[in-house]
Nanobody
Framework: QVQVVESGGGSVQAGGSLRLSCLVF????????MGWFRQAPGKEREGVAF???????SYADSVKGRFTISQDNAKTTLYLQMNRLKPEDTAMYYC???????????????????WGQGTQVTVSS
């Protein structure tokens, strides 16, 4: 049973930094995509940052140059380093792991996706 558990959210002033962590365990496949999504009140969920099993990363334009996605060597923990935070980054952040493919652009983020419970990030101006 795949489990996804986020941690590290909180409140910070604009310009500050936070690091989110996501423990992903219980999977056996070497092909996957993992990523961070966020959803602000009244808005649709959006993809923020992604990484695949060969280490390719991708970012939403709104966070490029400010956020960095990474994994530990054991490939069990996913991180999102968030710098120069803005009030518009305020949202519930969700970690997800998808096992439909092994590289970005092919992962479907559908039936083979496992989601965490979310962690709140609040940025005040």
């Amino acid at each position: 049973q795949v489990q996804v558990v986020e941690s590290g959210g909180g409140s910070v002033q604009a310009g500050g930094s936070l690091r989110l962590s996501c423990l992903v365990f219980g999977y056996m496949s070497s092909n996957y995509c993992m990523g961070w999504f966020r959803q602000a009140p009244g808005k649709e969920r959006e993809g923020v940052a992604f990484i695949d099993s060969v280490g390719t990363t991708s970012y939403a334009d709104s966070v490029k140059g400010r956020f960095t996605i990474s994994q530990d060597n054991a490939k069990t923990t996913l991180y999102l380093q968030m710098n120069r935070l803005k009030p518009e980054d305020t949202a519930m952040y969700y970690c997800a792991a998808d096992f439909s493919a092994g590289w970005l652009g092919s992962c479907k983020w559908g039936a083979a996706t496992y989601w965490g419970q979310g962690t709140q990030v609040t940025v005040s101006s």
